[in-house]
């Protein structure tokens, strides 16, 4: 079973940049994007599924491809944008992308390949029907 992909980004985090996020070129390193990323992923879900219990379940990154397009520098302002494209039986597909929220320039972009992973069992678990019909409602995909 695959939905659709959708059109549009409801899910828009503002991110901080830190400090320590800057290299001595003046511009965020390439792999704090990452951790931009998965800040957003994680506010993504909490608001998408927010009855998870993320001590019997994980989501695993079992493929991540990134897309440099502008390079970010410091004091700008910007926003990691998340949603759900594509969801199969046990796996989704997670496109996101870092935005300056002035200028709307897309600065980055991502595509994450997600396993749902059992905890307890220490196996991949197919796609509960509660997290499908909330994220293809938040998504606007087709079931």
């Not at 993320?54 to 949603?83: C, D, M, N, P, Y």
Request: net charge negative; charged share 25%; with cysteine.
């Amino acid at each position: 079973m695959t939905q659709e992909k959708s059109t549009d980004y409801r899910h828009v985090l503002p991110i901080q940049i830190r400090f320590n996020d800057v290299d001595k070129f003046g511009h965020v390193n390439n792999t704090i994007y990452f951790q931009f990323y998965d800040t957003a992923k994680t506010d993504y879900f909490a608001t998408v599924c927010p009855d998870v219990d993320w001590e019997r379940v994980a989501i695993v990154v079992v493929k991540i491809e990134a897309e440099f397009l502008s390079q970010i520098k410091a004091g700008e302002h910007i926003s990691a944008r998340t949603r759900v494209v594509k969801i199969g039986n046990k796996s989704f597909q997670l496109e996101q992308d870092i935005i300056n929220t002035d200028t709307r320039e897309v600065k980055c972009r991502c595509l994450s390949v997600m396993v749902l992973y059992d905890l307890v069992r220490h196996q991949s678990m197919p796609f509960p029907t509660a997290w499908r019909q909330a994220i293809c409602q938040y998504d606007s995909l087709t079931e």
